[in-house]
């Protein structure tokens, strides 16, 4: 899998993949990463990227030619390339995304800055776009960030072991059951005892209990649809 953060500030992104499960992805050529800078497409002369929007408004707007000319050259040289916009107005990204966009070759991700990019740019280049929750962040680098994330554990080889991706919240309609590990005691409280003792479907059963009590609580749409499909208590 090929990512290209089309962004104004690579710095922010780059650190995210210097440590930990993406860093090795990176160097078992499970995934790569590439960084595009409108500013280094600007054709003014201070290499401005910024204007104010017509019709008025408070901020700036992020202007179209130096992103045009930015998601121009990766599209010719990438013309199968997925192209993401980030964005607060835009569905809510969510696992099965995560899944699915997992299967492409090669995904664009577009970050903006100041009060957003002309919508013109939008219109004109995007595949795809996603909000990552109802609230504004200053840009879109923690937003494409948390996608790339969510993407590449869906990446084959990317997780050591891909029976963790199965059992994950999520995967299914419900939350994961709450997880215990050494030492049994700690403050006082211990796990469970089923989980301490090995039987396997007392545990499963458990496991499904909790993981009921914790989507009934945290999520209870997701609840109600779990339980007019699987279950009846
Ligand atoms: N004026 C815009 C609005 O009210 O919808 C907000 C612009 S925001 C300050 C600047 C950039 O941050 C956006 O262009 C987008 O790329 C990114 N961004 C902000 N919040 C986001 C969210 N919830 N999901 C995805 N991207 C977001």
Redesign the pocket.
């Known amino acids: 899998m090929r990512y290209t953060f089309v962004t104004l500030f690579p710095n922010i992104i780059e650190s995210y993949f210097s440590d930990t499960i993406l860093k090795r992805a990176i160097e078992k050529d499970l995934i790569s990463l590439d960084f595009v800078s409108p500013r280094d497409f600007s054709t003014n002369k201070h290499k401005k990227t910024d204007d104010t929007a017509f019709g008025g408004g408070a901020?700036m707007l992020m202007t179209p030619q130096p992103l045009y000319d930015a998601l121009s050259s990766v599209k010719e040289a990438s013309p199968d390339a997925h192209f993401v916009?980030?964005?607060?107005?835009?569905k809510p990204f969510v696992q099965n995304d995560a899944k699915r966009l997992a299967k492409k070759e090669h995904i664009v991700f577009v970050?903006?800055?100041?009060?957003?990019?002309d919508e013109r740019i939008i219109e004109l280049f995007a595949d795809e776009v996603?909000?990552?929750?109802?609230?504004?962040?200053?840009?879109?680098e923690l937003?494409s960030m948390v996608l790339c994330d969510a993407i590449s554990r869906n990446v084959e080889g990317v997780l050591g072991n891909s029976e963790s991706l199965a059992e994950e919240s999520f995967e299914g309609w419900l939350l994961e059951a709450p997880s215990f590990t050494k030492p049994q005691n700690f403050h006082n409280l211990t796990p469970p005892k089923e989980f301490l003792k090995g039987n396997h479907s007392k545990i499963r059963s458990l496991k499904f209990a909790l993981s009921k009590s914790k989507t009934k609580y945290f999520a209870p749409e997701r609840y109600k649809r779990a339980k007019s499909l699987f279950f009846t208590d």
């Not at 916009?85 to 835009?90: C, I, K, R």
């Not at 970050?111 to 990019?117: A, K, N, Q, T, V």
């Open positions: 901020g916009f980030l964005t607060p107005v835009a970050s903006g800055r100041y009060e957003g990019i996603f909000s990552i929750g109802d609230y504004i962040l200053t840009g879109g937003a």
